[in-house]
């Protein structure tokens, strides 16, 4: 807690040269400006520790715990800022406020949870150099991972908020903010698979950890494609429907699109990733990140001033689509050298094009028999190609043959 209140110093000392040289404003004053910057860094730091008790929570092997209190914590931030800005003040601090407060909370919720069920209990905190002698080489790879992903992840908002007008910096946000939803409906992968992976390559079973890798990249394909490519194909309709704003949706649509796009390829490394990590490879990331970022910025620069906000969104997807076309087949040679073609032809392609068809079909169907869209209409379009993936692929089709039979003998 104490780094995180340095690093939140940092950003106060910060604040005003960012508002007054850094932000492009037309309608917002500097004070104002600064305020959201200060409560920008409060949510970055209060939000840093609650990672060190999602570790504790994985240790513990409490990940349904910590997946409910995750959901109930982004829940209350979500419908709560809205309920804030409708009825107490509709106003850019009271959303940072809320973000903050919510942020604290959720921190010292994780914290009481871990603390209570390890048993801490008047123990003082020692710095132990035994123990990093067994794992520093391991936790600095980590840490690098960590440093290049958040500056490979967040540079390009930076870029943008120098280069463009706010307005348009916010229909960026707004478009990258809705394309991480697919990163958000597949986070709980990571605590279901990381650690048995881990735990099959310290038994060294082989043959185990192939059928999980398989399993695992064949479930993050059947998620995240249909969810990515309705993102895609009816970007302008939910726009609309969430915002009822014509400017905001013509402006953020397109952005929205092609995030979504770079986000789709970004979430198949995942599995991978967890590979690497579970044989203690941290190179490999780290290597990958870097390199990534030294394309990724003169690209940013070049492409944001060229093209605006779609420039910028365009380099997250040609970053991504490098990632897919270089680092996993390079991680198959390396690793699983005869699994790459039963990954891109099961695991990848099928899932794809099922996705690809039925959204394309039912935009289709929307654009023959409903010259505009409403609530019902997308719910109905939602739910038929939810229900038409379900029973044409044959890993879901069979988990809910399962459960019906399972509810059935109840």
């Not at 390890?118 to 690098?144: C, D, E, H, P, Y």
């Not at 048995?196 to 993050?220: D, F, P, R, S």
């Amino acid at each position: 807690m104490v780094n995180c209140c340095n690093c939140w110093l940092v950003n106060i000392i910060l604040s005003h040269p960012i508002a007054a040289h850094w932000v492009k404003a037309k309608d917002l004053s500097i004070d104002k400006i600064q305020h959201c910057v200060m409560l920008m860094g409060a949510v970055f730091a209060f939000q840093f520790p609650s990672s060190v008790y999602e570790g504790a929570f994985t240790g513990l092997q409490k990940q349904a715990v910590s997946a409910i209190i995750n959901f109930c914590f982004t829940t209350l931030k979500a419908v709560g800022v809205l309920i804030v800005l409708k009825y107490i003040s509709p106003d850019i601090e009271s959303y940072f406020i809320w973000q903050a407060v919510v942020t604290l909370l959720f921190t010292f919720a994780m914290r009481w949870y871990v603390r209570k069920n390890i048993g801490v209990k008047n123990v003082r905190a020692t710095f132990s150099t035994q123990q990093l002698k067994t794992i520093w080489r391991f936790a600095a790879g980590m840490a690098g991972i960590s440093l290049v992903t958040f500056f490979l992840v967040q540079i390009d908002k930076i870029v943008v908020s120098k280069m463009l007008l706010l307005e348009y910096v916010g229909y960026y946000n707004l478009a990258f903010l809705l394309a991480s939803g697919i990163n958000a409906i597949i986070s709980p992968m990571q605590s279901i698979v990381y650690p048995k992976l881990t735990q099959l390559v310290a038994t060294n079973n082989m043959e185990g950890l192939v059928t999980l890798y398989h399993k695992a990249c064949k479930w993050i394909s059947i998620i995240v494609f249909p969810v990515g490519f309705t993102l895609i194909f009816f970007a302008k309709e939910i726009l609309f429907l969430w915002t009822k704003n014509t400017t905001l949706t013509n402006e953020t649509a397109p952005i929205l699109q092609v995030c979504a796009a770079g986000t789709i390829c970004n979430c198949l490394m995942w599995i991978p990733h967890f590979v690497l990590l579970a044989k203690g490879n941290t190179k490999f990331g780290l290597y990958q990140n870097t390199i990534a970022s030294i394309v990724l910025v003169p690209l940013l620069f070049w492409w944001t001033s060229k093209y605006g906000a779609l420039g910028a969104s365009f380099v997250w997807l040609a970053v991504n689509v490098g990632i897919v076309l270089i680092s996993i087949p390079l991680f198959h040679h390396l690793y699983l050298k005869k699994e790459i073609w039963n990954w891109f032809k099961n695991d990848v392609f099928i899932p794809l094009l099922v996705a690809v068809i039925l959204v394309f079909g039912a935009r289709y169907f929307q654009q023959q028999f409903f010259n505009s869209l409403n609530v019902f209409t997308i719910v109905f379009l939602l739910m038929a190609i939810s229900i038409l993936y379900v029973l044409i692929i044959p890993e879901t089709k069979a988990y809910l043959t399962k459960l019906f039979f399972l509810i059935k003998r109840k």
